[in-house]
Nanobody, 124 residues
Framework: QVQLVESGGGLVQAGGSLRLSCAAS????????MGWFRQAPGKEREFVAAVRGARTYYVDSVKGRFTIARDNAKNTVNLQMNSLQPQDTAVYYC???????????????????WGQGTQVTVSS
């Protein structure tokens, strides 16, 4: 059974940093796409970042502030978030695809596995 478990969320002041981790079990995702999405109250789930092979992808609002990285040996994917702003407040979800997604990395419905989410709250 495949499981994705996020950790690292919490409360931080604006300008601060957090590092989210997603540990996968049940299969390896070294050749697949792994990503992070977020959902704020009353809003739709939004793509944040993804990694496919050596390529990384980001939504424009986090470029230069967030960094996604995978550790294939540990079957994990991390999201380093710097210069956090109140608008980054959301539940963050880790996602993984069974196969590489090509250029469709920002589409939530393309992912096969999801974590339970971790809350990130940024205070002003």
């Amino acid at each position: 059974q495949v499981q994705l478990v996020e950790s690292g969320g919490g409360l931080v002041q604006a300008g601060g940093s957090l590092r989210l981790s997603c540990a996968a079990s049940g299969r390896t995702f070294s050749s697949s796409t792994m990503g992070w999405f977020r959902q704020a109250p009353g809003k739709e789930r939004e793509f944040v970042a993804a990694v496919r092979g050596a390529r990384t992808y980001y939504v424009d609002s986090v470029k230069g502030r967030f960094t996604i990285a995978r550790d294939n040996a540990k079957n994990t994917v991390n999201l380093q978030m710097n210069s956090l702003q109140p608008q980054d407040t959301a539940v963050y979800y880790c996602a993984a695809s069974a196969t590489p997604l090509g250029t469709r990395v920002s589409f939530a419905h393309e992912y096969d596995y999801w974590g339970q989410g971790t809350q990130v709250t940024v205070s002003s």
